[in-house]
């Protein structure tokens, strides 16, 4: 990885019920069809099947804090 390459990084986060985020913003079936596909799918602690539907211990909490960061090169043409 080349150190000297410049950029700027924005840091955005929010909460909100983990309800609204479960009927928002998960997609089970279509991220569980991905997963099936992989090679590690049932050989990592990480990776399904589990023994019982994560979202069932999520949603126990009542709200949601998502956080992510945007990463923008301050060059263009830089290889992703």
Request: charged residues 25%.
């Amino acid at each position: 990885m080349n150190a000297s390459v410049r950029y700027t990084a924005e840091e955005f986060a929010v909460e909100l019920p983990a309800a609204e985020y479960a009927a928002r913003f998960r997609d089970a079936e279509r991220i569980a069809a991905y997963c099936r596909r992989c090679p590690n799918y049932g050989r990592s602690w990480g990776c399904p099947p589990f023994a019982k539907d994560p979202a069932e211990e999520w949603l126990r909490y009542g709200t949601a804090l998502l956080v992510a960061a945007k990463i923008t090169p301050c060059e263009e043409g830089l290889p992703l």
